[in-house]
Nanobody, 124 residues
Framework: QVQLVESGGGLVQAGGSLRLSCAAS????????MAWFRQAPGKEREFVAA????????YYADSVKGRFTISRDNAKNAVYLQMNSLKPPDTAVYYC?????????????????WGQGTQVTVSS
């Protein structure tokens, strides 16, 4: 069992930066693929970024590639999303997710555990 709690969301102007954090509890955290998804009002939840258990392989949605960076610290049971050059279309609720698997996946149904989400709002 893994419990996830996100933090770090807020209101930022276009071009600004935010760093999201996800604190995980549970003994199996270090063996899980970790990811960030987001969901804007009226839209489906979409994949943003994922990282493998050891932190040496990451994968990004095309819409955030070059602007966002996912990282993890297994000693602290935490995963992060550094978001730079934010744009108004990045506005959404951001969710942390964990998958009990070794290979990165971008599909929501492959993730076993979800946080409650944190709101990110980018003003123009």
């Amino acid at each position: 069992q893994v419990q996830l709690v996100e933090s770090g969301g807020g209101l930022v102007q276009a071009g600004g930066s935010l760093r999201l954090s996800c604190a995980a509890s549970g003994r199996a955290f270090s063996s899980h693929v970790m990811a960030w998804f987001r969901q804007a009002p009226g839209k489906e939840r979409e994949f943003v970024a994922a990282i493998n258990w050891s932190g040496d392989i990451a994968y990004y949605a095309d819409s955030v590639k070059g602007r966002f960076t996912i990282s993890r610290d297994n000693a602290k049971n935490a995963v992060y999303l550094q978001m730079n050059s934010l744009k108004p279309p990045d506005t959404a609720v951001y969710y942390c997710a964990a998958a009990d698997r070794t290979r990165i996946t971008t599909m929501t149904y492959n993730y076993d555990y979800w946080g409650q989400g944190t709101q990110v709002t980018v003003s123009s």
